[in-house]
């Protein structure tokens, strides 16, 4: 059997078959992780056997949190993660959350103000005819 790791930085989601219908196991995953510097949350789903660790990384390093599991045994030793996404140099999450939805913004600001000056343009057609 194998875990799954989803990890975006400050967030970390772990996927264990074992887990599921495991209160026992659970709150045990609860006392490993409750306390670590830098966890802001933590949500556990028995019935899908799912960890989510929402965490602060200016405080605390993702790779600690699989690796605290693993020493507790909450997790398979094979465990699989994927690589988190890479942020450009010099920059934030946030920064690359703030140009993104900029980029965003302007492209459905210019999509609305092209399809009402089509609209115009028809208009002023058919008045003119």
Do not use: C
């Amino acid at each position: 059997m194998s875990d799954h790791i989803h990890h975006v930085p400050g967030r970390l989601r772990v996927r264990n078959p074992a887990l599921k219908n495991n209160a026992g196991q659970f709150k045990s995953v609860e006392e490993s992780l409750a306390g670590m510097s830098g966890i802001q949350a933590l949500q556990l789903n028995s019935l899908t056997g799912s960890i989510v660790v929402n965490y602060d990384i200016h405080h605390i390093d993702g790779a600690a949190i699989p690796m605290r599991l693993k020493e507790h045994r909450h997790v398979d030793r094979h465990l699989e993660m994927n690589e988190p996404l890479p942020v450009p140099e010099g920059w934030s999450w946030g920064d690359f959350a703030v140009n993104a939805g900029q980029i965003v913004g302007k492209a459905v600001l210019g999509t609305l103000l092209e399809q009402a000056f089509l609209r115009s343009a028809t208009a002023l057609v058919s008045a003119i005819l």
